[in-house]
């Protein structure tokens, strides 16, 4: 998984640059080996923490008949959704919806506890877990593994929890589909740069 290189950053960077939504390209062949998962979520557990503290927890699901139910909610959400919006599906999310029941692992990353209802609580809770998301997902790149973030399955969370056995007050994030990459090349996704989205001391002026 190489990138054009950018002499602006180095190798570090280029892996934070390339970390696309891999759903195409991948070996779903190829059962992703455990000793790359568990040092995967060995840097993810490293991610900052708020007053919950640890309260992740990552479940790998690779059984064919529960990868399979997965796969049947998802599927049925997405085509909900894009139906509500009257939107078409793109072909790399028909892609990802025909690869799910056949993907290596589907990795659920939970957090035990609920958001509670007030703002200020809510970006404490899901802050104290998503950079553990975040990590995993750059981790498993770092070793050759493509994952795309979804959140889609949380419009039926109840289904998911009953397939995956989970207990009442887990609360489920982001599910990452993981195969290894095949020959893909992940380049940087088209987004407006720093010099847009950046103010400096007052809302819209600039700073760069
Ligand atoms: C909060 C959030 C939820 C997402 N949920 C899904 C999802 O359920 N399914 C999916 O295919 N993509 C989902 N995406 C989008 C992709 O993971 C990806 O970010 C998007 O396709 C853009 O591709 P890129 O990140 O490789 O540039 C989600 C992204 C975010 C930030």
Same mark, same amino acid.
């Given at each position: 998984?190489?990138?054009?290189?950018?002499?602006?950053?180095?190798?570090?960077?280029?892996?934070?640059?390339?970390?696309?939504s891999?759903r195409?390209?991948?070996?779903?062949?190829?059962?992703?080996?455990?000793?790359?998962?568990?040092?995967?979520?060995?840097?993810?557990?490293?991610?900052?923490?708020?007053?919950?503290?640890?309260?992740?927890?990552?479940?790998?699901?690779?059984?064919?008949?529960?990868?399979?139910?997965i796969a049947s909610i998802y599927q049925t959400v997405l085509e909900e959704l894009l139906q509500a919006r009257g939107m078409p599906m793109k072909a790399t999310h028909r892609?990802l919806i025909?690869?799910l029941?056949?993907? !290596? $692992?589907?990795?659920?990353?939970? #957090?035990?506890?609920? *958001?509670?209802?007030?703002?200020?609580?809510?970006?404490?809770? &899901? %802050?104290?877990?998503?950079?553990?998301?975040?990590?995993?997902?750059?981790?498993?790149?770092?070793?050759?593994?493509?994952?795309t973030w979804t959140s889609l399955l949380n419009a039926r969370a109840?289904e998911v929890?009953?397939?995956?056995?989970?207990?009442?007050?887990?609360?489920q994030?982001v599910m990452? !589909? $993981?195969?290894?990459?095949?020959? #893909?090349?992940?380049? *940087?996704?088209?987004?407006?740069?720093?010099?847009?989205?950046? &103010? %400096?001391?007052?809302?819209?002026?600039?700073?760069?």
């Open positions: 998984m190489t990138d054009a290189a950018d002499p602006r950053f180095s190798d570090y960077e280029q892996v934070l640059r390339t970390a696309r891999v195409k390209h991948l070996d779903l062949g190829r059962e992703i080996d455990p000793e790359d998962l568990r040092a995967a979520i060995d840097v993810a557990v490293q991610a900052p923490t708020g007053l919950m503290g640890e309260n992740w927890r990552f479940l790998v699901v690779t059984e064919a008949k529960r990868k399979a139910a892609a025909s690869h029941p056949d993907m !290596p $692992a589907l990795i659920f990353v939970c #957090a035990i506890g609920e *958001p509670p209802s007030d703002q200020g609580g809510q970006i404490g809770f &899901y %802050g104290s877990i998503l950079p553990a998301a975040w990590s995993l997902m750059l981790a498993l790149r770092g070793r050759g593994i493509g994952t109840d929890a009953a397939v995956l056995a989970l207990p009442d007050g887990v609360t994030t990452f !589909p $993981a195969a290894y990459v095949l020959n #893909a090349k992940l380049k *940087p996704a088209d987004r407006l740069p720093a010099a847009n989205v950046t &103010y %400096g001391n007052a809302w819209g002026v600039d700073y760069f």
